[in-house]
């Protein structure tokens, strides 16, 4: 009898293991040995030093950089998640209405989403490449244009391109996220709205955003981890150039650790969009989460 | 029963006893070399060496040393070397173009402790001597390339630019006739300021205007009049609309690619530029090359890079294990700078050679070699024995890309000499 109770307790926990320990070894464990690193001094040529207190935290936050990039990170993870959620549940709307060809649309929607972000990045890198790229030719045979244009000549029209990459390719996943919402919405819900004289936009508000809040939660949560985490784009298209001016935290962490080669601050910039992930991450959960808790 | 558990006991003993002695006959060197071209790691691991690879043919030659050797990117070379130093992992041997962060941090060993002598004097003093710190030298020059001026014979001919530029003032007024001719569909100028190599162009500028990125005793001298003048100069070309509208995102491949497709009329690039436009289908251009243009009575300032070898310590061995280790390096040395291996390798890849025993073999297979050898005796060398050095190459491309939107070069270069001086 007790060798089935105490059978029974630990059991789940058996199963449990393989998990846990590959979740220990593969992403606790690094995530403690930059902490670690973080507080350590390390020399431009890679060896670990002694313990250094915030000193890398105060090389990262006195970078001349940070405060460009922390502003770009900002305007890069606001536009990119909140743009790609209008348009993606907009998309998602059109999908999930009934028309011939439907699955097809659905299959083309899927693919920027599953390309590979660095080729896709070098895609669009090519398309829009000074006076050489491919939109200049398709718009100079169309005749639309007389000259090519350089589609990129002040670094901030190339931090906005950036952007609308970082935004095409975010749509699919945000559009799937919502659909799959949809697609378990009660027809029930809508005969009653339309029954008690509800136009679109009343359905829209009062029926359709209430019960795809869980998918837009989960959506907007993932994606504003992934976006903001998000390197390819930023490196294939500009490097951050010029002067970091492009450049998101997680790309200046990058070029600081292995191209300035201070892993120092790096380290500890790495630690900071950490904490920012986090906090931001856990705020959008406990507000959402209370907003469903009073529906 | 018995009996066969104790011959089985037996023929372990006797199987791994053999194991121990084959292990300490045998060394095995851990070796980085970095990607020079497409050809780089077919030559080494591939049948680009006469059907058969480096490593195979080493390793017959020099039975009980093994080579774990990887060719890496020259993008992630440096990661890849601070990682595996930061998890204690350095490799043996390394190829790279930097060494003083190394040897300031006390990685590396004395060149004298594994080359040599013979193989020593072979190299060309003055490449030697761009390696020494503290009178002892840490590296071993692999090899070298020089840069020149590229120039499209045709454009210049059209554009009515009768003498190929030498002085700024001449680069000015041949850029202005190409933009008046052409009206902005061929550039006359190639600028490449990004993070590839914008330290070359920065080169390029004070070293034709007498600066430089040390001052006479050796001290960092990053903002002086001189390269003040000398990278005003160079912005100014890009206000002027006279270069590639985006040299901060523009590598020095793109440019090769505009020059090849006669986009662009002049370009600084390394001697192997005829093989890149070769490999990459661009026959219809027709160039020459000429001397780097220089300020009006400042002397001309020729560019060389030169990347080097060097080995790493291994604290963990004892005196003996080390002295072994390092008769195998210097087997390693040995085997690949001798002439029917080296310059095989030089020329496969278009650079220039660092030893004297190559020199005859190369001038008779390629005379366009002597020219370059030339150009090479009058180079200068980036400062890469300071130990500043990488914050230099990083801080002065910051500096052009500030300037190239609007930043003022004097400032950007105090607050660079401040930093890197404090």
């Not at chain 1, 244009?145 to 990459?165: D, H, M, P, S």
Request: charged share 20%; glycine share 8%.
């Amino acid at each position: 009898m007790n060798t089935i109770l105490i059978r029974h307790k630990w059991e789940p926990y058996l199963w449990l293991l393989p998990s846990l320990l590959l979740m220990t070894v593969f992403v606790v464990f690094p995530i403690l040995i930059v902490f670690r690193m973080s507080f350590s001094e390390i020399s431009r040529s890679g060896v670990m030093g002694g313990f250094a207190g915030f000193k890398n935290f105060i090389d990262a936050v006195n970078d001349k950089a940070f405060g460009t990039v922390m502003k770009n990170t900002a305007v890069w993870v606001v536009s990119v998640v909140g743009l790609s959620t209008l348009f993606g549940f907009i998309v998602a709307m059109v999908l999930n209405a009934d028309f011939h060809g439907r699955k097809i649309a659905r299959s083309i929607v899927v693919f920027p989403w599953a390309t590979s972000l660095v080729i896709q990045a070098s895609v669009w890198n090519y398309i829009i490449k000074y006076e050489y790229g491919n939109l200049n030719n398709v718009l100079l045979n169309l005749g639309i244009l007389k000259n090519a244009v350089n589609w990129r000549t002040t670094y901030q029209i190339e931090f906005a391109w950036e952007c609308g990459v970082g935004i095409f390719v975010t749509i699919p996943f945000v559009t799937f996220c919502v659909l799959a919402g949809l697609q378990s919405i009660d027809a029930a819900y809508y005969e009653a709205a339309t029954v008690d004289g509800a136009g679109f936009w009343k359905k829209l508000r009062h029926v359709t955003l209430p019960l795809v809040r869980p998918s837009l939660t989960v959506s907007t949560v993932l994606n504003i981890i992934y976006v903001f985490n998000s390197f390819p784009i930023v490196y294939t298209i500009t490097k951050g150039a010029p002067a970091n001016k492009t450049d998101t935290l997680i790309t200046l962490l990058y070029m600081r650790a292995f191209y300035d080669q201070k892993k120092g601050a790096a380290t500890a910039m790495s630690v900071i969009g950490f904490v920012i992930l986090c906090i931001a991450a856990g705020l959008y959960m406990v507000i959402s989460m209370r907003g469903e808790e009073e529906l | 029963m018995k009996k066969l558990v104790a011959l089985l006991a037996a023929l372990l003993l006797v199987v791994s006893c053999a194991g121990v002695a084959m292990a300490e006959d045998e060394i095995t060197l851990d070796v980085i070399i970095c990607q020079y071209g497409n050809n780089t790691e077919n030559w080494f691991l591939g049948t680009g060496m006469n059907g058969t690879s480096f490593v195979n043919k080493f390793e017959t030659e020099n039975p009980g040393i093994k080579l774990n050797l990887e060719v890496v990117s020259w993008d992630d070379v440096r990661s890849e070397v601070s990682t595996r130093i930061t998890n204690n992992k350095q490799p043996d041997i390394l190829n790279i173009d930097w060494f003083s962060g190394y040897q300031g941090d006390g990685l590396l060993m004395p060149v004298k402790d594994y080359c040599p002598e013979e193989l020593f004097n072979d190299f060309f003093p003055s490449f030697i001597a761009e390696s020494v710190v503290d009178d002892t030298v840490w590296a071993v020059p692999d090899l070298a390339s020089a840069r020149a001026l590229y120039y499209n014979v045709d454009i210049l001919a059209e554009a009515g630019v009768e003498k190929v530029p030498e002085t700024w003032a001449e680069l000015e007024d041949a850029c202005q006739a190409i933009k008046d001719f052409y009206n902005g569909e061929v550039y006359g100028w190639g600028l490449d300021m990004t993070t590839d190599e914008g330290q070359a162009a920065f080169s390029y500028y004070v070293w034709n205007n007498d600066g430089g990125f040390l001052d006479d005793e050796g001290n960092i001298a990053i903002n002086s009049e001189k390269n003040v003048e000398a990278i005003e100069f160079a912005i100014g070309l890009y206000k002027n609309g006279y270069t590639n509208p985006n040299p901060a995102t523009q590598t020095r491949y793109d440019l090769q690619d505009m020059f090849g497709a006669g986009k662009l009329a002049m370009v600084i690039a390394p001697n192997n530029l005829p093989s890149y436009l070769a490999e990459k289908g661009y026959t219809d251009v027709h160039y020459n090359t000429a001397a780097l243009p220089t300020n009006e009575g400042a002397k001309p300032g020729a560019t060389g890079v030169m990347d080097r070898i060097m080995a790493f310590k291994d604290t963990t061995l004892s005196e003996e294990e080390n002295a072994k280790r390092n008769e195998a390096i210097g087997k390693f040395l040995t085997f690949f700078y001798t002439p029917e291996n080296y310059v095989g390798w030089v020329s496969m890849e278009g650079f220039l050679p660092a030893v004297n025993s190559a020199v005859e073999a190369l001038v008779a297979s390629d005379e366009s070699f002597a020219g370059w050898l030339k150009v090479l005796d009058s180079c200068q060398f980036y400062p890469t024995a300071n130990e500043k050095w990488d914050a230099m190459r990083v801080g002065v491309i910051n500096v052009e890309q500030n300037a190239l939107i609007g930043g003022d070069v004097k400032t950007l270069l105090d607050e660079l000499q401040a930093e890197l001086t404090k």
